[in-house]
């Protein structure tokens, strides 16, 4: 009992010694001569009180960085001492409350190292004469009205951030010689070079070599996020070449935002506007792969996938390795987001497909690239496996590989009302996309050709379209058309050359929807060599050999027709 009487007279008689002025500038004086001896960190202090039972009031707090400029000030200092343990070389608090808080991060012009880690160094057992490193443990932690300035100064185009009103609420401070942990519960404040933060919230660690930011959560004005994140670096002056030497490993839950406020960082991030995304991520902006992505963006887009994204930072070098994709889109989305990346629009014919649903895989750039992929659309389906080269020239467009065609309107794509659905299976190796230049072999099954709203069957076709003109086989074994076309045909707009030979072993024109008489059918053999001009104007050969004609009423045989003519003049 007269122990305790004893302790708490003691304290009272400490706390009253305390409280003479000249004695509180003794024991400010004494405290930062202690840190400037054994830490070689000078601090200053205007005043130093005690507050029975265990709070030191500390007033106008001071600590120059390495050029003699504030690294740290603050008008007061609410410490609540817990104790100290010689042997761990650890001091423990309750709690710290501070007001008007001004923290500078600054990396000045010459320097590799930011001066907070200047002094974060300072206290780990290799750079102080301490044999042990200092160790700090706050229990919870109050900022009330702070500024916080993170910049490298002399340097326009680096990241920097200037937070003023800074109020955080925080706990479980743990600063252990270079290491720094501890846990944001409430933070909020405005930055002047990027956007206001309303709430903000994470478990935080600093290391020599990462920072982690782990279980974030933060909402501003337009985005929200929540998700973890750790940042590796082999020294922090690797900041300055972030995109390529920071490896970033996170984990973002699902997070609505906003493009506009992203690009306060970095000004060359797309519009997107608002979007929402979630997945992991390991690696560096320009190197970095992205699994379980989702993505939500434009007006109704939808993405999921694992990618792999190198050369983010610039467009025209963008490499991506998808795989497991599935995307769901429209032409009016396409088309915002194309038009984000290229001053171009999409081709007329993009618009009738309407929805389209994509699953597959994608490698390479975004204008050379290889595909395998589903995609179905109000048109149909179209299963590829593709090799496609598209600049900016279309007639110098590369593709090769295995096209299939599904139930597809391809009248709608290419403006031709007779043309209707279409279901193939080809091959394709080729450039150019106008049929009038381009060069492409062609070798494959047509098992549906809607013309003329009659569904024709058995299409086979293996031949070359090239300088306006198609040269090959062509076999059809339709029940009311069968054929075999061998040779030249072409279709230029001005002149266009024809050498072919036709054996029509079948063609029934009623049934083909070419005539009203329920009866009438066409056999024979064809053999052309002829020129047109504008279709109006031919020179060369026609002949026709055992042709038939059959209708309802008689019955034509022709053994020989020649057709010759010489009137391009």
Sequence with gaps: MWFVLSLIFLLVVLTVVLSFPSVQTKVAKYATNWLTETYDTRIELAQMRYIFPDEIVLKEVYLPDDRNDTLIYASQINLHIHGFNSVTNTAYSNGVEMDDLKFYWLTYPGDTTANFIKFINKFSSGDTASAKPFNLKIADVKINNGVFQMEELGCADCYRLHVDDLNIEASAFDLFGQYLTLDVNYMSGSDRYSVDISEFEMNFGYLPNQILVDNVKFKTAASTFDGSLSLNYEEISDFSDFVNKVTMIGEIDESSLNSLEIQRFGEEFPDFGQFSISGSVVGTVNDMKIEHAILDVARSTHLEGNIDLRNTTTIENIFLHA?????????????????????????????????????????????????????????????????????????????????????????????????????????????????????????????????????????????????????????????????????KAGFEEDTSKYNFTLDVLKADLFALKFVEDSVSVVTGEVDIDFVALNYDKWAGDILIHNSTYENSKNFHFFQDIIIHSEGLD
Excluded at 338 to 367: A, C, M, R, S
Excluded at 458 to 467: E, F
């Design 323 to 487: 795989t497991d994709i599935d995307l769901r889109t429209n032409p009016e989305d396409a088309q915002f987001v194309y038009g984000l990346f290229w001053d171009t629009i999409l081709p007329e014919q993009v618009k009738p497909l309407g929805e389209v649903h994509v699953v597959g895989n994608f490698n390479g750039y975004l204008n050379n690239f290889t595909t395998v992929a589903k995609i179905t659309s109000d048109l149909g389906e179209v299963d590829a496996d593709l090799y496609l080269y598209d600049p900016e020239d279309e007639g110098k467009t590369k593709y090769k590989g295995d096209v299939q065609l599904r139930k597809f309107n391809l009248g709608k794509i290419i403006g031709q009302d007779k043309l209707g659905l279409v279901t193939t299976d080809l091959s394709i190796d080729g450039r150019g996309l106008d049929p009038t230049t381009m060069n492409t072999k062609l070798n494959g099954k047509v098992s549906l050709l809607e013309f003329n709203k009659y569904g024709y069957q058995n299409i086979s076709v293996d031949g070359k379209v090239a300088k306006g003109a198609f040269n090959g086989l062509l076999k059809v074994q339709d029940p009311n058309l069968r054929l075999d076309f061998n040779g």
